[in-house]
């Protein structure tokens, strides 16, 4: 009996671990050493991760991202080309330290503009940074202006840019938030993933130096510097590294159709142990497995019953969301169990009403956040009753304030005039009274 009773107890426990192993798995998010990070799915700009997101951090190289945007706007509005040779000046120099990133360019040398861009972003080049950046707007101080106004423009609100190379400065910071709104914008430049993407790039021999071989410092999507980081489906696209900032790195990961973007700032590093890949990694994993995009309503829905006035047909109509919604949830979310809010436009809907009218919409929410917002539009048509109709518009006219208030006053105004009128009427009376003694007492009359 007692073996009994352990045996039971033993199968109860291992069926209670076996139902709650995975839900706990799904939910549990992962530990990071980053300082801040954030993970999005660029569906929808679901956070699925978020450490410190919205806190002031050192971006380092990754401003390098916002000044190639803006070189390659430049060229896209006709101001430059690719092929446009462009020669360093001295002042171009000014204020870099001689044992920061580079792609070895003295003053003097001429390099196409895309050269530039290449030694930028694929290694880092600080220097490059300003040659662009005078070749953009004529100084190094112009372009950062321009730098900033254009993340003001992108929504970037915890911004401020102090160079054009995001070397240390306390004044130059960005948050994991603002540099994902700045990748939403340049993973929809081809040109611009163009280069991020590009493992090796030969810069041709110049009028100061021979061809140079870059390769670039993501090791995401390349194993030249550092092994055994590689990620399935990464795409650039930028790192950054000071003693101030630490490692940092803003990628992209596409998988099945779903892009995500991952910022991790402030990681630790040392040698070949860059805690900015692994972090990365390890949140890619956790988001293209852990979640997926659902839908979670349909066209063809019936979400509810509006009153209807002003019909004899009936007294509801139907309504429907207009177009299907989708969102990014984890894949153990139930989707019956989205909070739902249907607002109407009117707490009532009045006759007549054609098939499609929009009548509200529906709001769907996971842990607060909201998922999706859809217009709700009628079914079908309700025909309206003349005599309901004329009726409602009569009240509707007696209703109005500027309507009472001319009735108010023409029954003050026929109030008066009664009364003045029975006075009137009053005075005359006793009057022809008062004539008609006066008149028998004076008149004597001949005697006969």
């Given amino acids: 009996m007692k073996f009994r009773r352990i045996l039971s107890v033993f199968f109860i426990t291992l069926l209670l671990l076996t139902m709650t192993a995975p839900c706990a798995q799904a939910l549990e998010a992962p530990s990071v050493n980053a300082q801040a990070a954030i993970l999005v799915d660029t569906a929808d700009d679901t956070i699925l991760f978020g450490k410190n997101e919205t806190k002031r951090m050192y971006p380092a190289s990754i401003t390098k991202v916002m000044t190639c945007l803006l ?24 204020g870099l330290h001689p044992d920061g990133s580079n792609a070895g360019i003295k003053p003097g040398e001429t390099m196409a503009l895309k050269d530039l861009l290449y030694c930028m972003m694929l290694v880092s080049a600080n220097e490059a940074c300003n040659i662009v950046a005078e070749a953009v707007d004529g100084s190094v101080a112009a372009f950062v202006s321009r730098m900033n106004s254009r993340a003001q423009e992108l929504g970037m609100t915890d911004t401020r840019y102090v160079n054009t190379s995001g070397l240390h400065d306390p004044g130059h910071y960005t948050t994991a938030w603002d540099l994902y709104v700045l990748a939403r914008t340049v993973l929809q430049k081809e040109s611009f993933m163009t280069i991020c ?10 009028n100061m130096n021979g061809s140079r071989e870059l390769h670039t410092t993501n090791s995401l999507i390349s194993n030249w510097r550092i092994l055994g980081y590689l990620y399935s489906g990464a795409e650039g696209i930028k790192t950054g590294t000071t003693d101030e900032a630490g490692h940092c790195l803003l990628s992209s990961a596409v998988r099945a159709g779903r892009r995500l973007v991952c910022v991790v700032l402030g990681c630790e590093g040392s040698g070949t142990t860059i805690r900015t890949y692994s972090d990365s990694a390890k949140l890619y994993d956790y988001g293209f497995d852990g979640f997926s995009t659902r839908t979670i309503l349909t066209t063809d829905e019936l979400i509810a019953e509006v009153p209807v006035e002003l019909s004899k047909e009936t007294n509801y109509v139907v309504v429907h969301p207009a177009t299907e919604a989708s969102a990014t949830l984890p894949n153990d979310v139930d989707i019956s169990t989205l909070e ?3 607002t109407l436009h009117q707490d009532v809907a009045f006759a007549p009403i ?25 079914q079908y048509d309700v025909g309206a009753s003349q005599f309901l109709t004329v009726k409602y518009q009569i009240i509707q006219f007696f209703s109005k304030t500027i309507v009472k208030i001319a009735l108010a006053v023409l029954a003050v105004l026929v109030i008066l005039i009664w009364v003045w009128w029975k006075f009137l009427r009053r005075n005359r009376r006793y009057g022809s009274r008062t004539g ?11 005697r006969r």
């Fill in 71 to 94: 070189a390659l706007e430049a060229i896209e509005r006709g101001e430059l080309k690719a092929d446009d040779m462009i020669t360093a000046s001295e002042t171009a120099f000014q």
């Fill in 197 to 206: 993407n590009t493992l090796a790039y030969t810069v041709p021999a110049t």
């Fill in 340 to 342: 739902r809010q249907v």
């Fill in 354 to 378: 054609a098939k499609g009218d929009e009548l509200g919409e529906i709001t769907l929410r996971y842990n607060g956040r909201v998922c999706a917002t859809v217009p709700l539009l009628a």
């Fill in 436 to 446: 008609r003694r006066t008149r028998s007492r004076s008149y004597r009359g001949r």
